[in-house]
């Protein structure tokens, strides 16, 4: 449950057709997402070990796999480079609702503070080394736990209310009912590229997941759970903005 899910996945549904897009985005995540994540969380659980390595201990002597774990550290980097930055701007909005300075929380005037942003993410960072140097059940499982959960409720809440406005039914119309008509190639583009970057599958992510795996978890029923999860998350998402955007008269796109 991230940002892809949280803002990336309403944001996509309303620039692509509403209930098109979602039908799309199902038939994805069935069809690709799933089964690479299964064998995401299959080599990383046979390797036990980071991305760097991982292709070194698979592979069969006289390959050159290898070379494909120095790419994986710099596509982490990169992810990280973008996450890290994304994750000030939302403790900066947190700072700022807990302080009640409602008035500013223009995001122009954000960005446009370097000094602002650059002691933002170094908080983030400091927290992030702080938070998985306890390892990965020790620390950022034991957080996520509880966070997600309670994310999870406030969702389902806000979900409700914005079901409560007066137009609302106009955007979960929207957002239910498939307009095939809407449906072109960069739907389904769009489609595919939001279930794979909704599991995070093709950028380690499930893969360094999967090294953690003990050899007695059954890797297709997490991988389902992952991704159902995932689905609700985004679908409930999607129902606390879309009803709200059409009961506002704002761009749902």
């Known amino acids: 449950i991230r940002d892809s899910n949280v803002w990336k996945f309403p944001w996509m549904c309303g620039q692509n057709g509403g209930g098109s897009f979602m039908l799309l985005y199902i038939l994805c995540l069935l069809v690709l997402g799933l089964p690479v994540m299964v064998m995401e969380f299959a080599v990383g659980r046979a390797a036990q070990a980071s991305p760097v390595t991982m292709y070194q201990r698979l592979e069969k002597p006289g390959h050159k796999w290898g070379v494909f774990g120095v790419v994986s550290l710099i596509g982490n980097i990169a992810i990280m480079a973008f996450y890290t930055v994304v994750t000030g701007w939302i403790l900066y909005y947190f700072v700022k609702f807990l302080t009640g ?36 059940q020790g620390g950022l499982e034991r957080v996520t736990k509880y966070m997600m959960s309670a994310l999870l409720v406030l969702m389902l809440v806000l979900a409700v209310h914005s079901l409560t406005f007066a137009g609302a ?9 498939p307009d095939f008509s809407a449906i072109d190639g960069g739907v389904i583009v769009a489609a595919m590229n939001q279930a794979f970057f909704s599991l995070s599958v093709a950028g380690n992510g499930s893969v360094i997941y999967g090294s953690y795996l003990s050899k007695s978890e059954c890797i297709p029923s997490s991988a389902r759970n992952v991704a159902l999860f995932d689905t609700i998350a985004a679908v409930v998402a999607a ?11 704002t761009d749902v796109g």
């Open 239 to 249: 129902l606390v903005i879309i009803p709200a955007c059409f009961a506002y008269g």
């Open 101 to 136: 300075q409602h008035a500013d929380f223009g995001f122009a005037q954000m960005i446009a503070d370097p000094g602002l942003n650059v002691t933002y993410l170094l908080v983030v960072l400091i927290a992030a080394f702080v938070l998985l140097s306890f390892n990965l």
């Open 169 to 177: 039914a106009e955007g979960l119309r929207f957002y239910l009912v």
